[in-house]
């Protein structure tokens, strides 16, 4: 596994859910009622855990409450925590890596997700923190700079890329990144697909068939299929992971922009209804901001009581 090295920043989690934190931190104060308990669910939508998941949990308090097991607001944000850090808790959380290398990293998502400088901050961890002989995969041919853009992190990264002219056939890159990855003794190939809506379905098709050639080139591949999101766009993340889990199997979420959105608890709601693995999170601009996503971290820098 490849995942574990990846450097795990508190202070850099905390500032990305600043604005989400700010949503819960006064509710936590004082007595406990009903009015306070509906105001709980309120921002808990707000916060795009979804619907379920905080009539669920907000239920669960209100029968404790009535019971006499909770007096205090303070107590609320305890048993909220234990509720998200298990409803959170996965038995993957890292990258699968290949037995015999290249390993091959699929990435998908839609346009303006955050997908190219995800890419970028893979192939820096790799190649910068482990020493790894990195490829991309410009299979992003169809949107205008999509394959300028890939090969410019490339450089700034000082990785190499396959690419083809704009509009090519995307497989078509695919196949010949995976000839190179061997022939060149690649460690790492990570796959850029192009950027579509879940509602495109010759688009989702190219993508499956991306995913087609590098198994037949690659045995075992890919390795993992990374889905990334916009932590920004609330609920319709639910709705583009399950639709990109059907064409291509995700095996992994990243959520990216979590830094400055009042929409970090997405990562609740896609977590219950889906059942993915968060992987990584994106918490800044810098290489360094992307990180793995650790349940008990992630519900602390959300519910801690005070700003410093």
């Known amino acids: 596994m490849i995942f574990g090295f990846f450097k795990k920043s508190y202070g850099a989690l905390r500032s990305g859910l600043s604005k989400t934190k700010k949503l819960f931190r006064r509710i936590f104060k004082g007595s406990i009622s009903e009015e306070r308990l509906d105001e709980l ?52 959380n890292e990258l699968n890596e290949a037995e015999k290398p290249p390993t091959v990293i699929m990435v998908a998502g839609v346009n303006g997700s955050g997908k190219t400088t995800t890419i970028a901050k893979l192939a820096h961890h790799f190649k910068n923190n482990l020493g790894k002989k990195v490829l991309l995969a410009a299979s992003d041919t169809f949107r205008a700079a999509a394959c300028e853009q890939l090969e410019l992190w490339a450089n700034r990264v000082g990785v190499e890329i396959v690419k083809h002219q704009s509009g ?67 609920q319709n ?16 979420l990243v959520l990216a922009k979590l830094d400055g959105t009042a929409k970090g608890g997405v990562v609740v709601s896609i977590k219950k209804e889906l059942d993915i693995p968060v992987k990584l999170i994106g918490v800044g601009e810098k290489a360094e901001d992307l990180q793995p996503f650790d349940p008990a971290d992630f519900v602390e820098a959300l519910l801690e009581a005070d700003e410093e």
């Open 41 to 92: 669910e309120e921002i808990m939508l707000k916060a795009d855990m979804g619907p379920r998941t905080a009539v669920s949990i907000v239920d669960e308090l209100r029968e404790a409450y009535a019971d006499g097991e909770i007096k205090e607001m303070s107590e609320v944000r305890d048993f909220l925590g234990n509720r998200l850090v298990d409803l959170l808790a996965q038995e993957e």
């Open 168 to 234: 090519a056939d995307p497989a078509a890159v695919c196949f010949d990144a995976a000839d190179a990855a061997v022939a060149r003794g690649m460690d790492v190939l990570i796959v850029d697909t192009a950027g579509r809506l879940h509602t495109q379905t010759n688009l989702m098709k190219e993508l499956n068939k991306i995913r087609r050639v590098v198994e037949k080139k690659i045995p075992g591949a890919p390795h993992e299929v990374l889905l990334v999101l916009d932590a920004t766009v609330g």
């Open 237 to 252: 993340g639910l709705v583009q992971s399950k639709e990109f889990s059907d064409a291509i199997q995700v095996t992994g």
